[in-house]
């Protein structure tokens, strides 16, 4: 099952990063879905299959895990883990480093165009 | 079998996913709704007809896992038709819904997994050529007739199942390469 299926844990894939926000609380796979349309306002639909590729990925990695299996309406909630909340929180940094440095060349160049 | 319940052929779907999922849109809009999978091809039944698109999902899915697979295509707008066993199954919603795929890269593992749920298939085509090779050094070494006979046909029957899954596995390469 978890051969080659190891993720690329230094960068996460944008749907991976947002699994791995919308899981800081307990969650249900679908209920995952649901709140990160809802967090980004509908600019991030994640697909059901790449929903479900990504918890099986993320639990073989130890990101998240079965928080509890419901056995009366047999609904799985998963959440994070230590692991996975350092992993995000560093992404949600890089992230943020990476606007900042889009709005500096953003910047630098609309001045030199005023200056020019 | 009945006016109800009719058969169509499939190309393979290693060969030809989209245009069979095309095909049974097609249909669909006639009213002949997909049902089950049947032996190298689907089981349609006669309904009304509707818009729908069907896709194709490859995940080994243990059982207490189906209600929580099928769940999250459900939150998505697509319904489970049916499967071969654990590993392939198909969906289908209204025109106009999300893919199921939404990024690039779990896309491509969907290929990924069809190539490596084929592979345990080529013990086939290996073990034929052994035979291949048994029975050329049983030749050389003056063996039985008969051994030579029974490698023979049981070399024959492996080719005649190595062929069509060597080309099936080399179409599901090609598909993942084409994707990549």
Known sequence: MSRNNTLEM?????SAYYILLSLLLPRHGYGLM???????????????????????????NGCILLAYDDAQDRRKTYRITEKGKNLVRKETERRKRMANHGDLAWH??????DNG | MGKHTKYISSGGLAFTERGDMRKLSRLSAKGWHLEAFAFLGYRLRKGEPRALEYVVDYHRVAPDEMDDYVGL????????????GADIHIFSAVPGTKPIYSDKETNLE???????????????????????????????FDAPR??????QVIGTLGIVLS??????????????????
């Open chain 1, 34 to 60: 649901s709140y990160i349309e809802e967090l980004t306002g509908g600019e991030v639909v994640i697909g059901p299959a790449t929903a479900y590729t990504l918890i099986k990925k993320l639990q073989d």
């Open chain 1, 108 to 113: 630098a160049a609309m001045e030199d165009t």
């Open chain 2, 110 to 140: 969907k290929y990924r997994r069809s190539v490596r749920n084929l592979q345990p298939l080529l013990l086939f085509p290996l073990v034929t050529i052994l035979l291949f090779v048994i029975r050329y050094i049983a030749n050389e």
């Open chain 1, 10 to 14: 230094d960068q996460l894939t944008d």
């Open chain 2, 163 to 180: 062929v069509p899954i060597l080309m099936t596995y080399a179409a599901s390469r090609l598909r993942l390469r084409r994707a990549s």
């Open chain 2, 146 to 151: 008969f051994l030579g006979q029974s490698l």
């Open chain 2, 73 to 84: 295509f459900k939150a998505g707008g697509w319904t489970k038709v049916c499967s071969i």
